[in-house]
Each structure stands twice: as C-alpha cells, then as structure tokens.
C-alpha cells in the first residue's frame, strides 16, 4: 500500500510562487508514475503535470512555462513549482501515483493523497 502525504499549499498573491511536496512511503518494487491533479469549486478534476518512469515530463497547455514537475527519489518525494501563479490556479492539489502511465493520465491512478490547498489572490 502506497501514502501519499502532500504539503506546502497556502495562500499567495497573484504573480508569486509556491512549492508544493508529496512525501510517498509504502512502496514496493513497483515502479510508479506521479503526477499532481487539481480541482476547483463546483468543477472537474483536471491533470496538472505527470513525470513518469523515465522522468519524462507533461504539462497542462494552462500551466506550461510556469510550473514544473520533478522528484526525488531519494527522498521518495515528488514537487510541483509553481510560478507566476494566477487567481485560476486556486484549488485544491492532489499528487497521485500509479504504474500505468496512461491510468494516471486519465487520472484514474491507484493511489491518492489528500490534498494540498493552493488559493491565489488577485
């Protein structure tokens, strides 16, 4: 069983920046694609990034040039930078993870933290 633990939401003004974690444990010798979802008030959960096996990255057209995906495995923790942050960018983040890329993809992963919350003031 994989946790995922996410961090590091908070309140910021428009045009700044925040660094969102998600602490995984509980892993087999599974290798696992992550990715970070968000969701809004009264709308769909949509895909923000995905860094799969090979660390290969995908954004959202929405966020491209301003938020950038990456992990440590080290640590065994993934990160979500993110810059230049817009009102619209006010949600509630979850990081997910599961072995099939195009699972997460469709954002039907296996595992799911509980979220992180971002607001973005204008």
């Known amino acids: 069983q994989v946790q995922l633990v996410e961090s590091g939401g908070g309140s910021v003004q428009a045009g700044g920046s925040l660094r969102l974690s998600c602490a995984a444990s509980g892993y087999t010798n599974i290798r696992y694609s992550m990715g970070w979802f968000r969701q809004a008030p009264g709308k769909e959960r949509e895909r923000v990034a995905t860094i799969d096996t090979f660390v290969t990255t995908s954004y959202a057209n929405s966020v491209k040039g301003r938020f950038t995906i990456s992990k440590d495995n080290a640590k065994n923790t993934l990160y979500l930078q993110m810059n230049s942050l817009k009102p619209e960018d006010t949600a509630m983040y979850y990081c997910?993870?599961?072995?099939?890329?195009?699972?997460?993809?469709?954002?039907?992963?296996?595992?799911w933290g509980q979220g992180t919350q971002v607001i973005v003031s204008s």
């Open positions: 997910a993870a599961d072995p099939d890329l195009s699972r997460l993809w469709l954002g039907r992963g296996q595992y």
